[in-house]
Each structure stands twice: as structure tokens, then as C-alpha cells.
């Protein structure tokens, strides 16, 4: 951080103070002859960080209200400078400052120039600041800054004379809603309070005088009001003289009030008027000085230096906010987390001491579970060969011209019967369709006590045979194989008038039971 | 105002401090917002595992039930030897009593290797199914007997016997011959299922 140092440039020295938060502190004294210059260049040279405000409190300031159209931007630089350049033959150290906009059918801008009479005594003090590469925040006079010492001890005023007693002189100000209109320094070389006193009573009444002649008071009767801040311990004093009359409205402060009312806790011993004036150009520079932009590009870098700085920073607390606003939802998330994981807990452990009553077994109850829900997928899927012959045998009973040579029972799944099933019933065909797991039983026996040749007879009594295995429900046929292949895609045959070879006709019945 | 040589080389240090802080700052956010979308995650996670819980305690009537019920079937698998590794010492024990018992004529058997059925996920461990396939082929005097051989088997325990096929037939000896010659073959193969549960105590 650089040090604030404000360098108050009179006819007669040039004193440079530090300035803290709240105090001024003297910090070296420059005589305005050629070693004053050299001992503030070796000054300059120890103090390179320094940040520079430069405030002259000299006689011989000019002011001259001037008219400007109303521009902006590049062309009222342009036409401002050429005013400054008409008006002033040095115009290093000038300024324009702004007094409003004239409301009329031209729209004029009303302008205060300023600038000092003799610069010269001046320019060789910049010189060495701009060697020096010290930042150079601004060169102001001690009446730019009349306007905010005049707001902070008498308030929002539309005409006032702010008068203080400066090491370089009596300083006269007049303001004009809050825009400074004109101002001169008269010396006071070691007055008496009582003669002081009344330096200033005539001092602000010639001022009066002129600037009645120049008609910007009022003339309405009401008198002007004058600030006036008096030297420690002479307040008394000057109130004793500066008594009000029908012109001019004297209000008397003592300097360490006047201190207190800019913010001011500290200053040097031997410090007057000037001191708020310094704590002022610090804490609150006016926007209208005499340096040029050239002359403050140090500065100006700085203040890039530190704004680029301080757009990271701000950068960072931005996203550090919103980082924030999401951590805010993080904390609520993890808080409902934990939230549901103890009721969740909770839950369990309720759980637990219900089914810690369940009865003991050597595994846990998702186990079991599984374990006999598995098991009774695996039985329904494995049927015991006797339901189906205990079926078969029953039927048996029915059909004793029926003798079985061979059954074959096993698990598996039906075939299409499309084609090659014509014997078997259709509600049996319906039970069971093909690729479904069964149990299927293939019966292979012969039709006794019935002669080959009446194939009519034989085929009967095994379609009946197949009808009644099928009257279960539980059961149905899906295949018939008949002695006499009477299916209009199978090959019929016959040995009418051959000899009887006594061997039954044999025939194949699959019967099936579907697994659910 | 532009800026000369020397001037910007007196921003680069406040630029790059820009630049990091900026990028620090964006770097919290990403982070805090990956943060954030664990966070969501875990308590989904949670939230389901909670209602999943408070489900489970809704049942807890069923479910007494369902183990109540459910523990009858497992303590009788586990009595009967099904729960457990194989016992096939005593699966031939038992063929070798079934036949002196029922006066079998014939009898032989063989047992394949064991192979995996089902594995089942259970909590812990998983219930693992298995199944060792034997050939019986047995000589009969009638079909009854092979009814009994296999009601016997059962009854004998120490596997689950579920038949995949059976196939009778006729040996061609009349009925009325009054010699204990077979009249019957059948060849059967038998499943012998048996059941570890890796998450019983042992």
C-alpha cells in the first residue's frame, strides 16, 4: 500500500506531510529557492512509492467564469483546451471547472478557467515529482477544495464565504451551490487574534463588496453567510468582532472543531487552516485539478495496477459467493442425508429386534427365503413318474384287450404335433401346446383278442384308448401312433388273403402333463 | 490511455493475480458443484435404502409369516440332509439297503460328477444348487417294485431325488412263470440335488 503524502505548496516553503487514516504528520520542510528543489529531489528519491498530492495555497490564482456549447466526450476536450489556451499563455497548470448547464434555447456550458498568474514558481517543483517517478495523484488549490470544506462545516449552502487562516494567508472563498466561484489569499504576517480578527471582518467585506459588483450575491435582503474558522483559542476573539449585520451572517468555528467535522484527529502544532484543507484533497480530491494526465501516468498506472487487482478479488468473492450459495445446498443436502440415513438406521434396528423373535435358524432370513422359494421352483419342475402311471394304470383297467410292451417317462418339452398328430384329440392338442416343459409318458403296446384284418376294430378300441387317457384334464395326448397309418400324408398297406402271423398290432400313445 | 512497455510490464504481475484468483474462484465453483452432485447422490442412495427399510418394517407381519412358514420347509431340508455337501457314502448305504430290503433282483447304479444347478444371491452369500445325475438300472418282478425302490430313495434322505426319465420294459418272461426271473427292466436317471447355503452358520 503507498503512503498517502500531500505536499502544500506556499509562496514561501513547501512542507510535505504523511498522511494516515485520520492524522496529518509533518514530515519535511523545502525552502522555494535551488537547494529547497535539490533537497526534495533527494527527498523524492528515499520516497519513490510515494502517492503525491500536490495542494498550492498561493496569491494570484485567477478565475474567469467562461460559456462552452454543450459538448461531450473529445470535442468538449478539445474546445476546453483551446479556451484554456486562449485564456492563459501557460496552460500546464490550469483547469476547467464545470459550474452547469445554462438552461436556454443555446444550452451553453458555464465554465470557471482557472489557472495561476505566475506558474514559473511552480513548474520547477513538478519537475522533480516527475523525475522523480513518484505517483503524482493530483495538483490541486487549496479553493478547489473550498467546496467540500464548506459542505462538511456549514452544510448544503446556495451562497457562502468559507474563510480560513493558512499558513500562506487569510484564504477567501466564495461557493456557489456547492461550485467555487472565486477566491483570494491576502498574507497575514503574525497578526494579533483582535487584529486578525478584524483583518478578517475587512477582508470578507471588501470580498462582499466585489463580488456584489460582479452580481453573483443574492439581493434579496438575506445576508451572505461567512465560515469563518478561527485560529486555536481565538474563537472568542472573533466572535467578539465578526458580528453579523444585514450583509454578512459571520459563523465563527475553532480549528479543532473544524478538524473534527472533515475527520481529522491529528495534525502537527504549528498546522492552521490548511491542514483541512490537505486531509481533504487526501480523503475526497475533487474530479477538477491542474495536472495533466501525462503528468499523473504513474498514478494512473498504479490505480489500473491496483483495479485490475482488486477485479480479481472481486472476481474471486464473487464466485466464492456463489461457491458459497452451493455449499449452503451441500450442507442442506448432507443434512437430510444424514437425516434419512438415521431413520434409516432406525428403521433396521427396528427391524432387527422385530425379527430377533422370529425363530432361531442357523441362516438369516433372506437366506432362507431364498433357499425354499429356489427349492420349491426346483419341485414344481420335478414331478415323480407314479401320478402319471398310477393315470396310465386306471385306465388300463378299462381296456383289458390292451397289453403294454414298454413306457418311457420323462421330463422334457412337447414337439409340434402339427402334421403328424391327426389321431390325438384337439381339446388335447389345445392342453399342451409345443416347447412347453412337461412330463411325457410314451405307451407302446398291442390290441389283443382282435384280428389283424379288421383294422376298423383295432383302430377304434385305440383311438377310445387315447380318448380316455385324455379325459383327464390334468392330461393330454399329443401323439397317437396307430397299427394302420390312416393320416392322408402316411403310406397305407395291406396283405388281404395272407396267411394270420398271430402278432398283435402295435401302437404308440404319448401322453403329456404340463409343468405350471 | 495506452500503455507503454514499461507500464504493462507493471500490470503483468496485478494480471496474473487477476487470472489466478478468477481461476481459483472457477475452480471452487466446479469443485463445490461436484460436491454437491455426490451429495445428491449419496442422499438418493440413502432415500431409497431408507424407504427400501421402512417397506421391509411395513411387512414385517408377512414376512413373520412367510419365515415361519418358509423355516418348517428349511428345517426339514436340513434334517433330511439336502442342506449341506454330499453324503454319497450314504446315498450307496442306502441303495445297497433299499435293494436287501425289497429283494431286487437286480441292481446297478452310477453316479455322475457333481454339477452346478442354480446359484441363488442371498444376503450374505449366495445359495448354491447342486445336482449329481445317477443310471439306475434295475431288474423288477413287477412295475410296483420300482415305485417302492423310488418312495424308498426318498424316504432315505441325504439328497433330493427328482426322476428326469424312467423307462420300463418288458423282459419277454411270461407272467405265469413261477421262477424269480425279471419281468420288468427300467432304467431311470434321478437328479440328486443337494443344497449349500454359504451363508448358514456352520
Known sequence: MATKRLIYFTAAELRVYRRSRRTLASEARFDTDEAGIEAFRAFLSQHRDALLYVVADLAGEDFHEDQIPYLRGAERRTVVERRLAQRYRDTRLSAAIPLGIIKDERRNERLLLASFTNAQQFTPWLDAIAESGTKLAGVFSVPMLAPALAARIGGRQAHCIMVTVNQAGLRQSFVENGRLRFARLEPTVNLAPDSLALFVRSETARLASYLGTLRVVPRDGTPLKVFVVAPRGARARFEQTLTSDASLEFVTIELPEALDRVGLRGTPEDSLGEALYLHLAAGNPPKDQFAKLEERRGYRVWQLQRAVAAAGAVGFAACALYASAIWIDILTVKSRTADQASQSRQVAERYARITRTFPVTQTTTDNLKATVNEFRKIAARSPSPEGALAHLSTVLEQFPEIELDSLAWKLGTTESTEGRNRAAPESAKRAVPAGERAELLEINGRVNAAQRSDYRAITDKVERFADTLAQNPDYSVVRTRLPFDIASEGTLTGDIGARETGEAPRFTVVLARRLR | ?202
Open chain 2, 1 to 202: 490511455m495506452n500503455t507503454t512497455s514499461p507500464e504493462f510490464k507493471r500490470l503483468v504481475l496485478p494480471i496474473a493475480a487477476f487470472v489466478l484468483l478468477v481461476g481459483a474462484g472457477v475452480a471452487l465453483i466446479l469443485w463445490s458443484h461436484q460436491v454437491l452432485v455426490g451429495a445428491k447422490r449419496q442422499l438418493s442412495i440413502v432415500s431409497a435404502e431408507r424407504a427400501k427399510n421402512s417397506e421391509r418394517l411395513l411387512r414385517i407381519a408377512d414376512e413373520e409369516r412367510e419365515v415361519k412358514e418358509k423355516i418348517a420347509v428349511y428345517r426339514q431340508l436340513a434334517a433330511l440332509g439336502i442342506l449341506g455337501r454330499e453324503h454319497r457314502l450314504e446315498w450307496a448305504d442306502a441303495i445297497k439297503r433299499i435293494r436287501a430290503q425289497r429283494g431286487l433282483i437286480d441292481l446297478r447304479y452310477r453316479v455322475a460328477p457333481q454339477r452346478s444347478l442354480v446359484s441363488v444371491p442371498g444376503k450374505p452369500g449366495t445359495i448354491d444348487f447342486y445336482a449329481s445325475t445317477m443310471t439306475v438300472n434295475l431288474a423288477l418282478l413287477h412295475e410296483e417294485d420300482l415305485f417302492g425302490f423310488l418312495n424308498d430313495l426318498r424316504a432315505s434322505g441325504n439328497a433330493y431325488y427328482a426322476v428326469r426319465s424312467c423307462t420300463l420294459s418288458r423282459t419277454g418272461v411270461p407272467p405265469t412263470a413261477a421262477s424269480l426271473a425279471a419281468r420288468v427292466n427300467a432304467t431311470c436317471d434321478i437328479d440328486l440335488i443337494t443344497i449349500v447355503d454359504q451363508g448358514a452358520k456352520s
